[in-house]
């Protein structure tokens, strides 16, 4: 983990298909408030809020309380972690592919 106050994998905090549900409806709007967000899920309130809190565990996701109300941002500068290191494994896939098709093109008869 890069961000000393990061408590949990920016890779593991994405691994469900929930938590990258909620980063993508956070980064289509500005702020959410929470009964919001779980509206747009066939799962209750607590799942929702469990689900963001391990993405705020992992740096992704800030909150503000409004009244009552907690609302919610994402903080997308962790994901530069997860877009270095798929960069860092398709340059070598992409060398080795390459690397393949030269390979088979000096084999063809």
């Known amino acids: 983990m890069s961000d000393k106050n ?3 994998d920016v890779f593991d905090a994405i691994a469900d298909p929930a938590r990258r ?19 747009q899920f066939s799962m209750c309130r607590t799942t929702v809020s469990k689900h963001l ?8 996701v800030v ?3 409004v009244g009552r109300e907690t609302r919610y941002r994402l903080n997308a500068s962790p994901l530069r ?8 494994h398709s340059k070598f896939w992409n060398g080795n592919l390459r690397r393949l098709s030269q390979l088979l ?3 063809r008869p």
Do not use: C, F, M, N
């Open 21 to 39: 549900r909620l980063i993508r409806l956070l980064a289509e709007a500005e702020e959410i408030p929470l009964h919001e967000l779980t509206e």
């Open 6 to 8: 990061q408590l949990r």
């Open 81 to 88: 972690e997860v877009q270095d290191w798929v960069a860092h």
């Open 63 to 65: 909150y503000r309380k």
């Open 105 to 107: 093109e000096e084999e």
């Open 53 to 60: 809190t391990i993405l705020k565990d992992a740096g992704l």
